[in-house]
């Protein structure tokens, strides 16, 4: 492939990845009835490895939430495969409300609600779900709709976090995951 073949592909599979990342930031044009401005495009979490095909989700266990430990983030939940799981700041958890939808919701799947979730170091009376744009059931966790990132390709993957400065890994209480604090350095504590 020549070099400007190259740089063009990456050129285009980056403007599409900012198109998916603006679909679902503060600024965006998602809606409640599903539907979105950003172009149905995709582009690989990095630019620099050409892919043909959009990001898909994980194959994992839908009605599992799980806690996990990050060297990053504290503790936070995963699916029951070990998918790191988001809440988006655009969602109102009280009353419940899912506003990732259309291209939003195919970079950020939702996690599918079930009668009887399997719970590991989750408190059940914080998990609940809420009935979509779409009409489908999705898993809640103290009010927050939960998704995965279709660019955390194995688990323990928390590439969503911080995307847009509206998607943030969730923890046991439905709370942001927030990047542990390092020591004051010089004793002037900054």
Not at 104 to 125: F, H, I, M, R
Not at 175 to 183: D, Q
């Amino acid at each position: 492939m020549s070099d400007f073949r190259r740089t063009a592909l990456l050129a285009a599979s980056a403007a599409a990845a900012i198109a998916l990342v603006t679909a679902c930031d503060p600024g965006g044009t998602s809606d409640n009835a599903g539907g979105t401005t950003a172009p149905a495009a995709s582009a690989p979490a990095n630019p620099s490895e050409p892919s043909s095909a959009a990001p898909t989700a994980p194959a994992g266990d839908g009605t599992a939430l799980r806690t996990a430990s990050s060297a990053t983030l504290g503790t936070i939940v995963t699916d029951g495969s070990g998918y790191t799981l988001y809440r988006f700041d655009k969602d109102t958890a009280k009353p419940p409300v899912s506003n990732c939808n259309g291209q939003c919701a195919t970079l950020w799947p939702p996690v599918k609600a079930s009668d009887n979730p399997q719970l590991k170091g989750v408190d059940a009376k914080l998990v609940s779900s809420v009935t979509r744009a779409d009409g489908s059931k999705q898993l809640t966790l103290n009010g927050w709709p939960l998704y995965r990132y279709a660019s955390d390709t194995k688990p323990g993957d928390t590439k969503g976090q911080g995307v847009g400065g509206t998607w943030w890994a969730v923890t046991p209480s439905g709370g942001k995951a927030a990047a542990a604090a390092s020591p004051a350095t010089g004793g002037y504590g900054y």
